[in-house]
């Protein structure tokens, strides 16, 4: 890594108020914020970075990283020194991440990270090189290395990565009293936390137990008496995702995350759920745009590297409707108003498809769509694919006869456009339900297929219909 010159600053003075709201009215960091931020990183003003940035929640902190100029980012972060939270970095996407720890020394990150929590140090921790991840978890202490390493073992989006390793355990035979002195007197405890954990010897989990019921009870009570079994642990090795779909169906603050054997190795809370939520709905709706994991900070090379293969697929799926076109050849050069006519079909296929496709894909992401009721809602997809099909095929029958003066050109379309909306409807829940089946992720592949199906219904429905009407007319 490159080394930046390190400005070690006296902790900020205290400020009654925030400078300014570095919002404006949209949610969009202002622009006057923006300009004396970038006036003060130009004239080195350290005396306001640091009651007015510095002073920032880290969530806000994110939002001016991503919203000033690349250059500035490191100037800022020489400038506050001590007084810049590192946590920030995991409100910014992954390319400004990475921009900034790759310009800042081993040695800063490792005393940066010592003072995180265990889920945030993992987060910047993942994304480095593993020399330079082994150099800084060398410079922390024993316990610290042994917790950040143990995450990191674990598969990337799974449970164990994004627990957090701090938490506060007891043994069953602890009274109350005995509970609540050492909550009071041991220091090495997270800053917050709703739940105590049981354990036996071997750090097995045992339950847990609320901390409003700790305090309701009486001093000579036993921790086992009140203790409850936990809700739902979950394995570290469990796709964060799914992880997510527990809490949300059983409405957690927070869950225990235990190893293969039962052995507690940390917690998940709400805030990480959170993220993991926004991540995967993120990613799912990129993937639906053949995009993948792009980030709005990523260079025009890997932009353009991220998009290229579905586009590439699409370029092959095109050629195969323009092959079932050049089929009617002859009859498109009788009638020209089919070829005028023709793309009115496929469109509207399209995106009928692709609004049954959105709601399948997100259906199955959050295991809404199961053998049980697949088939009803098949069939409720087909029925709302028949009657689109009926009112739509209506409507451009008359628009395209009329504008033709030829009305078996419009009851042409219209059976073309009844059969077409069909199509869309089936391919648009079949396709994503047969990709999950067979082990692919229907958000990144059932556009393609998707599309191909009702450009290449759509075309040899008109085209074909025309052909046989004509022939025999």
């Known amino acids: 890594m490159n080394e930046i010159d390190e400005t070690i600053l006296q902790p900020a003075p205290a400020a009654e108020e925030p400078a300014t709201d570095i919002y404006d009215e949209d949610g ?26 510095a002073r920032l929640h880290e969530s806000e902190l994110g939002d001016l990283l991503e919203a000033i100029q690349p250059e500035q980012r490191i100037a800022l972060i020489n400038l506050l020194g001590e007084d810049f939270d590192l946590t920030a970095l995991t409100e910014v996407d992954e390319g400004i991440r990475l921009q900034i720890v790759e ?32 150099e800084i978890l060398s410079k922390l202490s024993f316990t610290e290395r042994v917790r950040l390493s143990r995450a990191l073992d674990y598969p990337e989006s799974s449970a164990g990565r994004r627990m957090q390793t701090e938490f506060v355990a007891v043994p069953p035979f602890w009274t109350i009293g005995q509970t609540i002195d050492y909550l009071r007197d ?12 049981v354990i036996d010897p071997t750090f097995k989990l045992l339950g847990a137990v609320d901390l409003d019921k700790v305090l309701r009870t009486p001093r000579l009570g036993k921790i086992e008496a009140i203790m409850r079994e936990t809700n739902h642990p979950i394995p570290a090795e469990m796709d964060q995702e799914e992880a997510a779909q527990l809490f949300e169906q059983y409405d957690l603050l927070s869950a225990a995350v235990v190893d293969e054997n039962g052995r507690l190795v940390g917690i998940l809370t709400i805030d990480d ?8 709905a993120e990613e799912d709706l990129m993937r639906l745009g053949g995009v993948g994991d792009e980030e709005l900070s990523d260079s025009v090379r890997a932009t353009t590297r991220s998009r290229v293969p579905w586009l590439g697929v699409n370029l092959l799926t095109a050629f195969l409707a323009a092959s079932v076109i050049g089929l009617f050849d002859a009859t498109i050069e009788k009638i020209v108003a089919l070829a005028v006519l023709m793309p009115i079909v496929a469109g509207m296929g399209g995106n009928a498809a692709s609004q049954t496709m959105t709601v399948t894909v997100r259906a199955l992401a959050t295991r809404d769509i199961d053998i049980h009721n697949a088939w009803r809602i098949i069939r409720r997809e087909a029925g709302v694919g028949l009657i689109n099909g009926m009112l739509f095929g209506v409507l451009i029958g008359v628009v395209a006869g009329v504008w033709f003066d030829n009305i078996n050109l419009g009851g042409i379309i219209a059976v073309a456009m009844l059969i077409n909306m069909m199509a869309a409807a089936i391919a648009g829940i079949l396709i994503p339900l047969l990709l999950d089946r067979f082990g692919a992720d229907p ?31």
């Open 28 to 53: 969009y960091v202002r622009s006057n914020f923006l300009m004396l931020v970038g006036a003060a990183i130009a004239d080195r003003d350290v005396l306001f970075l640091r009651q007015n940035v």
């Open 103 to 134: 310009q800042l020394s081993n040695d800063t990150i490792a005393a940066a990270i010592g003072d995180l929590d265990s889920d945030d140090a993992v987060y910047i921790l993942e994304d480095l090189d593993q020399v330079d991840r082994d």
């Open 186 to 197: 041991e220091e090495n405890l997270p800053e917050s936390f709703s739940q105590i954990f």
């Open 273 to 280: 759920v959170v993220d993991v939520i926004q991540e995967e």
């Open 443 to 473: 958000a990144v592949a059932s556009t393609v297929f998707v599309t191909t199906v009702t450009d290449v219904c759509g075309f040899f429905s008109f085209l074909g219909l025309a052909t046989w009407w004509f022939a025999i007319s």
